[in-house]
């Protein structure tokens, strides 16, 4: 599933034609896409396709296509402090995209039924936290990962605000699907070849609203003998954030707000070329006709007025190239959050603490 755009040469580049073509429509979810290269979850080898709006597939693991990511962001409609389970969580690419937008009092989950899987997504996570300038410039929330099939989930399992399951659902386990989620929560996922957005507005009431058509891969159904008792999955509690963990939350969030202000107007600004589909303009040419001998014969001629039309064409492509190095504004601001960290007169134990560890 997907080819609907086309491939980039980088995210950046994937980003702005899932922006062209409509499927990236807010900012929050532009922002979340930029800040996690999709490339970063590819196998060393085959990261020249992670531009492509193309699904991919190793084994276990799985990517579902650039447009369909950015279907499932924008028709979640994630805010701040929102609980979040994802059923099927694979390589932990959309819940770690969601995390930055649901910030640091939220509630992030997943449930991939692949052990292998599910370590890959705590690797891919670890690294995003060490290495990933954009860790610093979000507030995140960090996705927990169990391994389960989603199907057998425990029937007292809390509720969520927002659900997405990465798997067909077969009709049979819409009703089931439904039960995990809160009063105008929203459920995203794909049933009968349609990826579908589902809103509880009340204890037995819903609606539906088809996305897109799609095609997904069945979610697996548990095989077992007869009378032998399922694996019934455990999702992660939830908890309270700890006076330390708060914490570091605040002084991490209010250093960002004094380098904001500080750095208001002083943003260093790299402008990235826009592409353009010009229409190049063909010359017309009149059809006249003129006497040679006794003969009237068709002769082409060139319309003046098609000429001047032209040149003034060419000037205004001109212009526009001149303006292509500043027409998509993309702020890069320097990652100054560390050496504000690193300048405040406390212990380096607890200096490294609120740098999450983070080596650079």
Same mark, same amino acid.
């Given at each position: 599933?997907?080819?609907?755009?086309?491939?980039?040469?980088?995210?950046?580049?994937?980003?702005?034609?899932?922006?062209?073509?409509?499927?990236?429509?807010?900012?929050?979810?532009?922002?979340?896409?930029?800040?996690?290269?999709?490339?970063?979850?590819?196998?060393?080898?085959?990261?020249?396709?992670?531009?492509?709006?193309?699904?991919?597939?190793?084994?276990?693991?799985?990517?579902?296509?650039?447009?369909?990511?950015?279907?499932?962001?924008?028709?979640?409609?994630?805010?701040?402090?929102?609980?979040?389970?994802?059923?099927?969580?694979?390589?932990?690419?959309?819940?770690?995209?969601?995390?930055?937008?649901?910030? =640091?009092?939220?509630?992030?989950?997943?449930?991939?039924?692949?052990?292998?899987?599910?370590? $890959?997504?705590?690797?891919?996570?670890?690294?995003?936290?060490?290495?990933?300038?954009?860790?610093?410039?979000? &507030?995140?929330?960090? =996705? %927990?990962?169990?391994?389960?099939?989603?199907? &057998?989930?425990?029937?007292?399992?809390?509720?969520?605000?927002?659900?997405?399951?990465?798997?067909?659902?077969?009709?049979?386990?819409?009703? $089931?699907?439904?039960?995990?989620?809160?009063?105008?929560?929203?459920?995203?996922? =794909?049933? &009968?070849?349609?990826?579908?957005?589902?809103?509880?507005?009340?204890?037995?009431?819903?609606?539906?609203?088809?996305?897109?058509? %799609?095609?997904?891969?069945?979610?697996?159904?548990?095989?077992?003998?007869?009378? &032998?008792? !399922?694996?019934? %999955?455990?999702?992660?509690?939830?908890?309270?954030?700890?006076?330390?963990?708060?914490?570091?939350?605040?002084?991490?969030?209010?250093?960002?707000?004094?380098?904001?202000?500080?750095?208001?107007?002083?943003?260093?600004?790299?402008?990235?070329?826009?592409?353009?589909?010009?229409?190049?303009? +063909?010359?017309?040419?009149?059809?006249?006709?003129?006497? %040679?001998?006794?003969?009237?014969? =068709?002769?082409?001629?060139?319309?003046?007025?098609?000429?001047?039309?032209?040149?003034? +064409?060419?000037?205004?492509?001109?212009?526009?190239?001149?303006?292509?190095?500043?027409?998509?504004?993309?702020?890069?601001?320097?990652?100054?959050?560390?050496?504000?960290?690193?300048?405040? !007169?406390?212990?380096?134990?607890?200096?490294?603490?609120?740098?999450?560890?983070?080596?650079?």
């Amino acid at each position: 599933m997907g080819g609907a755009v086309s491939a980039g040469e980088d995210n950046d580049d994937l980003i702005d034609n899932l922006k062209e073509a409509q499927y990236i429509r807010t900012d929050k979810v532009e922002q979340a896409f930029r800040a996690i290269d999709r490339g970063d979850y590819y196998l060393d080898g085959y990261r020249d396709n992670a531009y492509k709006d193309l699904a991919w597939k190793h084994g276990n693991i799985h990517l579902s296509a650039p447009c369909i990511y950015s279907e499932v962001m924008e028709a979640l409609k994630l805010q701040p402090g929102l609980s979040f389970l994802n059923l099927g969580s694979g390589t932990g690419y959309l819940s770690t995209m969601v995390g930055l937008i649901i910030g =640091p009092f939220g509630v992030n989950h997943g449930v991939e039924l692949h052990t292998d899987v599910v370590e $890959y997504a705590r690797e891919k996570l670890e690294d995003f936290i060490k290495n990933s300038d954009s860790f610093d410039k979000f &507030e995140f929330c960090e =996705p %927990v990962f169990v391994v389960g099939n989603c199907l &057998e989930i425990s029937a007292d399992s809390h509720q969520y605000d927002r659900i997405y399951c990465g798997a067909g659902v077969q009709k049979d386990h819409e009703n $089931y699907m439904k039960v995990l989620l809160k009063i105008g929560g929203i459920l995203v996922m =794909p049933i &009968e070849d349609q990826l579908t957005q589902i809103t509880r507005t009340g204890q037995c009431s819903w609606e539906s609203k088809n996305i897109l058509a %799609v095609s997904f891969a069945p979610l697996v159904q548990q095989s077992r003998a007869d009378g &032998e008792k !399922p694996d019934t %999955v455990e999702l992660p509690s939830l908890t309270v954030r700890s006076l330390q963990d708060l914490s570091r939350v605040y002084i991490r969030r209010t250093l960002r707000d004094l380098d904001s202000e500080d750095s208001a107007g002083k943003e260093t600004v790299q402008r990235v070329p826009q592409k353009r589909k010009r229409r190049r303009c +063909q010359r017309r040419r009149i059809n006249t006709y003129v006497f %040679v001998g006794n003969q009237l014969i =068709p002769q082409m001629v060139e319309s003046e007025e098609e000429e001047h039309v032209e040149e003034e +064409q060419k000037e205004v492509e001109d212009e526009e190239e001149e303006r292509d190095i500043g027409e998509i504004e993309i702020l890069k601001q320097a990652n100054m959050l560390r050496d504000q960290i690193m300048a405040l !007169p406390l212990p380096e134990s607890l200096k490294a603490y609120l740098l999450f560890y983070r080596e650079k």
